[in-house]
């Protein structure tokens, strides 16, 4: 068996997935779950998401890998608590949306004996929790890593070894380029469901203006029904790439503005005919 | 036998889809369709979506119903040819996403013995073309009718029931309303879409970078593929409410902007929040 004891903290969507994904394998002797709510854990358990679970920290010791599936924000204050718990050669990771903050607030209190690599499997949905855990979410997804430039390779391996058991692609960057990346792929098309929603129901009459709505702004509701308190968690954490990204985006939305305002047909099919050849990349 | 014979001019996506409805519901002796493409015109004719055709706009002499199916921007000029060429009591009709622009350049030359009717189903994929056709397209799909304040009354019942037999869920409303609240409910979320995409594939790097996009993004891509030439046409058309709307959204993008550079988590979940009711009023 690959993994003796997988450890994974916060049984959200995310890690409880991962936890049943795991479980589901048969690659792990045992995946232990730990979560401040009971709860949760008694759900894990009850639909053998996880083999055994604890609502302390110190449930992580002897895993060869801890997985810290919380909200970005916690993850830094979680990690330190975890470093002096873990047991030697432990492999410490993590699914945060934003990796550079993280690294940084982290990497001055990595004992030597242990290895941090950061993570993000690209997957979940605009719902929350363990009831809507699948132990298929991960099938087919992406999940990149983002090694520091001196990580332990056997760390790394043992990390990648872990998430393709999952069923996920992995992709390995350096956490600049990740937060860059994702802030224009995944964290600005949050900002921009959730300001276009606004901007409709800004809009008070008619009072059934969104039962008009066509399929265009039911794509947006759906991503703009994300979690608040993840996504501002997620924005404020990769503030410096979000700002960049938002004024980038309004530099290609007043194009298309002002060629609406002059008139200017062949110009404005061209602006918009950029766009179309994405489709094509992103489904192939 | 509800209807003789109704013509569609224009066997795109809508048209074709319409006439199919119409020909599959029995209640049409005669789905008349009219395209300057004949090779469109051959395919209607041999998958049964209409009962004859014709290249020419007299092809429409005789017609209960004359449905136009085409861009906006043509829809003026041939409702104007039209027009000399319907029966007395016909009553014309229309498709076009915007309404007021196409009511002000027809209103001077209706004559008195016809009645013209504007409509807009809300239908449609990123799709085009009679090859996409599909008859279930409208099936409880919205259709809005724009009558004018003075419309004759059996006129717009007639339109009513022609989509209602395609399956449409009638809403009535005058121009000036739908203009305003499809810039805000279907055209700004298209504009968006495209600036989006857009401004991510201005980074260049990394050239792979619309690979590692999430679910979030595949949703903006498919509306961003949408024809360039339609809604290049669509924008223009609703030229003053689309400046609007996009101002509109710039504020409450610049609002979350905002949040973000102070790092107010506070403000800003308070206001990501507001949007997450959106998607129960419109999955309602």
Chains 1, 2 share one sequence.
């Not at 992995?170 to 300001?195: G, K, N």
Request: aromatic share 6%.
């Amino acid at each position: 068996m690959p993994f003796q004891k997988v450890s994974i903290i916060g049984l959200g969507l995310i890690g409880g997935s991962l936890a049943w994904a795991l479980k589901k394998s048969g690659e792990v002797r045992e995946v232990f779950g730990i979560d401040l709510d009971g709860k949760s854990l008694d759900y894990a358990i009850k639909k053998r998401i996880i083999d055994a679970g604890s609502k302390e920290l110190d449930g992580v010791k002897h895993s060869e890998i801890i997985v810290i599936a919380t909200h970005v924000r916690l993850i830094p204050g979680i990690a330190r608590s975890v470093f002096p718990l873990a047991s030697k050669g432990s492999v410490i990771t993590d699914v945060g949306s934003v990796k550079e903050k993280i690294i940084k607030e982290i990497k001055g209190s990595i004992p030597p004996h242990l290895d941090f690599i950061g993570g993000h499997p690209i997957a979940g949905t605009e719902r929350s929790g363990i009831r809507v855990a699948d132990y298929k979410l991960f099938q087919g997804k992406k999940c990149i890593l983002t090694p520091t430039p001196g990580a332990n390779k056997k760390a790394l391996n043992k990390v990648r070894k872990l998430w393709e058991t999952a069923g996920a692609k992995i992709f390995t960057m350096d956490a600049e380029t990740h937060d860059r990346v994702f802030a224009y792929v995944s964290h600005l098309p949050h900002a921009v469901a959730y300001a276009l929603i606004n901007a409709v129901i800004s809009q008070r009459a008619p009072s059934n203006i969104l039962d008009l709505a066509g399929g265009g702004l039911r794509d947006y509701t759906r991503i703009g029904a994300s979690s608040p308190d993840m996504w501002s968690d997620i924005f404020l954490s990769n503030k410096k790439n979000m700002i960049k990204a938002i004024e980038g985006f309004k530099t290609a939305l007043d194009k298309i503005r002002d060629l609406i305002e002059k008139g200017d047909m062949k110009g404005l099919k061209k602006e918009l005919g950029k766009a179309v050849t994405a489709k094509r990349v992103i489904d192939k």
